[in-house]
């Protein structure tokens, strides 16, 4: 289709692999007069982006008659910049047009301060919209706030709207408030130098440039009105070609043909109505009995994300298994996409990465926002943590002593349960053992201090300092040398480097928490690609792949959430956006419908995946799919819709193709790593199952303490032996207080210890009253206790002993007991007691199977009562161990003599077996390493 008019020329080819070898022979006709020379250097030919140039560039080398020295390529926006750079004005920096509009929003009052980012952003995406869609040189807003609310309620059909003049005069009034800088943005500027742009080509003294244009689309669909004018005015001094692939309403091709059938353009024809699906199906099958989709397009539905990546991995190894080179990965679900790479690299298969991921998601960034967050949450500890963890802090430091010292804080902040706050974690960190480690450790605490010391401040400050205490903070941290060696940390240091230069004049001031917003915008905004990867196998979005000559194409989430029109901006609706100019979700529904149009007619072969369940619900393909699929099967009694291949061997991690195990884990441990000290408890988990003791104590494998974020049972627990500590050590003999004051007593306890984690955490207070309606009942145990001659005498005493073993070994047995109990002058021994926040009925369930209290009093060696008291019934009581006369004693010798015999079959090379049962199983962290469940 050839159209000519005024120096213009606008060609339309029909869309299809061959289509850059026939764009290729069109434009070396239209420079047929410099052909003969074979330079073609003065020829220039602007393309949509710099990707379809390799394309044609191939493609001129394959028709060219002969040998040719090829033309120059650019794009229409870079060409227009380069030439006139030194003419024209400095565009005003978006980031400076951000500030602005945040500052006239926030000196107005009209909106929430936390959400003015994202409102002035919405805003300069209107003003860009409206920029582009002005017609004529004069860029403008209506006339006043007043003559925009009538032109709204015309376009909204209403009168006296209140919220409509409230729309209006945001808009104006922001509008206004930009142009009061005199500077003008990037998109006025552009259209600004379109113009000059022009006027250099208007001029006699001109040189003769021959321009060559390749469009995606028709120019009425892929031009803005002020390149549009450009282009008529250069075509006109100059002479201009212009080449586009022809629309599917044109049907150059069956597969066209089909395409039109199934998105048919809106019939401009009155009376004329278009057929429905099944009669331009039928008419289809007749005219092809053939379909020109068969072998070309699949769909493929997933069951989940890992189904639809593993699926599609399997499809790129088909492909490559057949020679298949060129392939793209079109990401409309990035966190498939993201799946899918990482399957690959497992193969050693790379991917090029044109689209880049969101410099929020990698490394460095969310390693500064730890900085950030540790300022800002007054060093919680798992940003703290987060933070002291990074490969890019601490650089200065040698690297085995500073994983020492943030293991050693890691350590004393779990076992204290600190949560935040620098000056208690600072504490909690000299009690700890390891020296060296705890020094290095405090020294990083110290810096941490400074660095929040710069970064923190109360006072509101510009944007450009608040950048410039961020790099001061980040030097403190030695992370500068190790960002800058990153590839996305440079990306990031660059960035905020660029952001200050820009913002250097402005004196708009801001909080640190208005600060840190704009910076999460920004890092979101900004993209990071890894230019180190070159591929033939190409992630990119599905606007860049056009006329691509790629061999095979995998579109991943195709489903109607993610394979959608662009979203249109939050002001104005769909009427009003079309009365004054604006895109509309019409025009990107044309878009995206072209974009695969183009996409099915240059790729031979084309799978679309995508789950087929989201969160429990149907996750319907893309309506543009359905249509498709729908007048497939219609025509041709073929919806398109495959089964995934199975997933490659490859993918899959060796343990889970691996057979099952036909017995449990039984390891032996090597005499080297068999503990020579080992408490009361880990005996416990011995005698419970024995590879969960290897996995702990041998491997050293055992979770670590864990800060506990609220406060639950086992909290509970420890600040009522607290109290009850605290309280028997001032009133070792309860009958020397009246039943009120010792109450009072009790209670103040309770008060003291209770405090600390009611002010963490108001919800401990029903912690404390549940503890508080026990008081009663266990002051009258304790005088039942004290009536049978029984005296408080010690609390959280350590005890330990030393067993002998064989060849002259030995394992020490300690253990720390909760308290203990004299008589007064009877010479009876000891009472153990050990502090249980259940009922009696729970700890009777389980003494038969006891260690704990034998254990205990063997450790002791003179006692001869050992008991739990169970402190959560209505009435407290002891359950005793060994009721019977030396009952006690026999059991402690036993447990003893199985110590022994245990540690020395260890030594000996005994296996450890995984034979725990259900209810040591049901929460045993090392279920995952014995997999007895999988037996």
Known sequence: MLLTADGLTSTALPAGEGFFDALASAMLERCSRVLATGDLSSVLILVPAFPIAAELRNALRRVAPRPLLLPRFDTLRHWVHSVTDGTMQKPLADSERLVLLHEALRQRGWFDEAALWGIAAEMAGLFDELTTSATGDVISLAVDETALACQLQAAYALRASLPLAFEARVVHESWRALAACGQADSAAVYRLRLAAMARLAEREDAPSCPLLMLLDAAPEESLSPAENAFLLRYARAQGLSLFHPAPRSARTSPLMTTLAAAWPEATVVPHSPMPPLFERAAGLALQHPQSPLAGRLQLVPATGREQEAQAAVAQIGEWLSVGLIRIVLITQDRLTARRVRALLEREDILVSDESGWKLSTSRAAADVDALIETAAGGAYYRDLLDLCKSPYFFSDCEEDARKAAVFTLESALRSSS???????????????????????????????????????????????????????????????????????????????????????????????????????????????????????????????????????????????????????????????????????????????????????????????????????????????????????????????????????????????????????????????????????????????????????????????????????????????????????????????????????????????????????????????????????????????????????????????????????????????????DYTSGTGKGASLLDYKTQTARVIRERLRDDVQLPAYALLHGDAVQAAYVALDDERIAAVAAGDEEGALLAAAQDQGQRLQSVFASMRAGAKLPAHGVDSVCQWCEMSGLCRKAYV
């Open 418 to 820: 600190v949560k935040s706050g620098l000056p208690r974690i600072r504490r909690c960190l000299l009690e700890a053992d390891n020296d060296g480690a705890k020094d290095l450790g405090l020294a990083l605490l110290d810096r941490i201090l400074e660095a929040i010391s710069i970064l923190f401040r109360s006072q509101p400050a510009p944007l450009a300092r608040w950048i410039k205490r961020l790099h001061q903070a980040l030097a403190v941290l030695g992370a500068l040398e190790p960002l800058q060696q990153d590839a996305a940390g440079k990306v990031l240091l660059d960035l905020l480097e660029a952001r200050r230069v820009e913002l250097d004049g402005s004196a708009a001031l801001f909080s640190f928490t208005a600060w840190r917003d704009w910076l999460n915008r920004e890092l979101e905004a900004a993209n990071f690609r890894d230019s180190s990867i070159s591929s033939p196998i190409v992630l990119t979005p599905l606007s860049a792949v056009g006329q691509r000559g790629f061999e095979a194409a995998l579109l991943l989430g195709g489903d109607a959430r993610q394979l959608a029109p662009a979203a249109d901006g939050a002001y104005f609706n769909q009427s009003v956006r079309r009365e004054l100019g604006l895109r509309t979700r019409e025009d990107a529904e044309r878009e995206l419908r072209r974009d695969l149009e183009l996409l099915l007619a240059t790729v031979p072969r084309i799978t679309v995946t995508w789950q087929s369940e989201h969160e429990g619900e149907a996750n319907l393909l893309a309506p543009e799919l359905a249509l498709l699929s729908t007048l497939h099967q219609l025509a041709w009694h073929d919806d398109l819709i495959r089964p995934p291949l199975p997933a490659r061997r490859e993918s899959i991690p060796e343990d889970a193709t691996a057979p099952p195990a036909t017995v449990p884990a039984a390891p032996v441990a090597p005499p080297a790593l068999v503990p020579h000290r080992v408490s009361v408890s880990g005996y416990a988990s011995l005698v419970a199952c024995p590879y969960r003791f290897f996995a702990r104590h041998v491997l050293g494998l055992g979770e670590m303490d864990e800060v506990s974020e609220e406060m639950d049972k086992s909290d509970y627990g420890a600040l009522v032996h607290r109290v009850l500590e605290r309280f028997h050590e001032r009133h070792p003999v309860l009958s020397e207080l009246a039943e009120d004051e010792a109450l009072a007593a009790l209670q103040d306890c309770v008060a003291e210890v209770f405090a600390p984690a009611i002010a963490d955490n108001f919800l401990a207070t029903g912690w404390r009253l549940r503890w508080e309606k026990r008081l009663p009942a266990y002051l009258d145990w304790q005088r039942e206790q004290e009536a049978l001659g029984w005296r408080w005498a010690q609390a959280e005493t350590r005890v330990s002993r030393v067993l002998p073993l064989e060849a002259g070994e030995s394992v020490e047995l300690y253990g720390r007991i909760d308290r203990i």
